[in-house]
Every structure is written in structure tokens, then in C-alpha cells.
């Protein structure tokens, strides 16, 4: 399959993300999210939530709260 192919199965599902300003690399963070809002189910406290995913995945606590913040941002 070429690029071009891939893209035109994609395309509205492209130009959404796109038009809502979605960076396609936040799908490398898509596990550390499920991760975070299973521990908020399950009762963690934010800060044990974050300094163990920051150990897990190697991230520093900004990049956690960004993360969560743009998971959760309302599509147009």
C-alpha cells in the first residue's frame, strides 16, 4: 500500500485532526493516558499518578499534564 492510499482511507479522519490542531504524535502517548485514567478510577491521588507514570514511560511531569490536557481538549 502506498502512502497516497493510506491517506485517502483516512481523509476526513485526517482533516479533522487537522482542523482541530492534533498532532498525529500524540498517538505515542495514547497508552500513558489510559494508564493515567485507570489510576484516577482506581483512586490514585494526581501526584502518586504522576511520578509513577513518569517513571513508566520516562516523562517528566509536564509532559503528563500537557498530555492529559490535549487528550481531553473537545473536537470541532
Same mark, same amino acid.
Do not use: A, D, F, T
Given at each position: 500500500m502506498k502512502q497516497y492510499d493510506v491517506l485517502k482511507v483516512a481523509e476526513s479522519v485526517l482533516r479533522m /485532526?487537522? !482542523?482541530n490542531g492534533v498532532d498525529v504524535k500524540d498517538v505515542e502517548h495514547l497508552a500513558m493516558y489510559e494508564d493515567l !485514567? %485507570? /489510576? +484516577?478510577?482506581?483512586?490514585h491521588k494526581k501526584t502518586y499518578i504522576v511520578h509513577y507514570l513518569g517513571e513508566q514511560y520516562k516523562a517528566p511531569p509536564a509532559t503528563i499534564? %500537557?498530555? +492529559? !490536557?490535549?487528550m481531553e481538549r473537545e473536537m470541532k
Open positions: /485532526l487537522s !482542523k !485514567k %485507570r /489510576l +484516577e478510577r482506581e483512586g499534564y %500537557r498530555v +492529559e !490536557k490535549r
